[in-house]
C-alpha cells in the first residue's frame, strides 16, 4: 500500500481546523475583551471557522509535501547506502516519531524491494510469475496468510491486493516463478 499522501493531508487538515478554530476564537474574545465592546459572537465563530478552513488546508499541504520530500529522499539515500534497516529508521524518526519511522521502513522497504524485484525479473525475459511468501510466523496476518504460496503473472495483482506490502509493517515478500 503507498501511503496516500491526500488522505495524510486529510486527516492532517481535520486536526488543524479544530485546533486553528480554537486559537482564532480565543484570540478574538481576547481581543473584544481588550476593546471592551460588544460583538456578534455567531459572526466573529463564522469567520474564526472559514479562516481555519482555509489556512488548514495550506498548512496540511505543505507539511504532507515536506513529509513526502524528506521521506523520498531518505529512501532513495538509504537504498544507495545498503545500511541496515536501523539507519533508516533513524533517520526517520526525527520526522516521524520511532514507532511511525520503524512503521513507515519496514513499509516502504517492502514496497520498494518488491518493485524492484519485478522489474528485474521483467527485464530478465526468464521469469512468467511470482509467488507470495510469508515469514511462516505466528504474527503473519490474516490477510498475508490467505496469499501465501499464490502465484500471479509479473503484472498480477493478487486478486486486487497488489504486490507487497499488504499493509503497514507487512513482512512480505515475492519469489519468481522461472521458465522451465
Known amino acids: ?22 486559537v482564532a476564537q480565543t484570540a478574538a474574545r481576547q481581543a473584544i475583551a481588550d476593546l471592551a465592546i460588544d460583538v456578534d459572537w455567531a459572526l466573529v465563530n463564522r ?5 481555519a478552513e482555509t489556512y488548514s488546508y495550506e ?25 541496515p ?12 516519531g520511532p514507532v511511525r519511522a520503524e512503521m513507515i521502513a519496514v513499509t516502504e522497504v517492502t514496497r520498494a524491494f518488491a518493485q524492484g524485484n519485478i522489474a528485474a525479473w521483467r527485464a530478465s525475459g526468464v521469469v512468467d510469475g511470482i509467488r507470495w511468501r510469508t515469514a511462516e510466523d ?3 496476518c490474516d490477510i498475508c496468510s490467505g496469499l501465501a ?6 503484472d498480477g495483482d493478487f486478486d486486487g491486493q497488489g504486490p507487497p506490502p499488504a499493509h503497514v ?12
Open 138 to 140: 505466528d504474527i503473519v
Open 59 to 83: 498548512l496540511a499541504s505543505g507539511i504532507t509535501e515536506t513529509s513526502r520530500l524528506f521521506l523520498q529522499e531518505a529512501l532513495s539515500e538509504w537504498i544507495q547506502s545498503g545500511a
Open 85 to 96: 534497516l536501523d539507519d533508516l529508521e533513524t533517520k526517520l524518526a526525527p520526522m516521524f
Open 149 to 154: 504460496e499464490q502465484t500471479d503473472t509479473l
Open 47 to 51: 469567520s474564526a471557522v472559514e479562516w
Open 1 to 22: 500500500m503507498d501511503i496516500d499522501w491526500d488522505a495524510e493531508r486529510d486527516s492532517l487538515r481535520r486536526v488543524l481546523i479544530d485546533l486553528l478554530t480554537a
Open 169 to 180: 509493517n507487512c513482512r512480505c515478500w515475492l519469489v519468481p516463478v522461472v521458465n522451465v
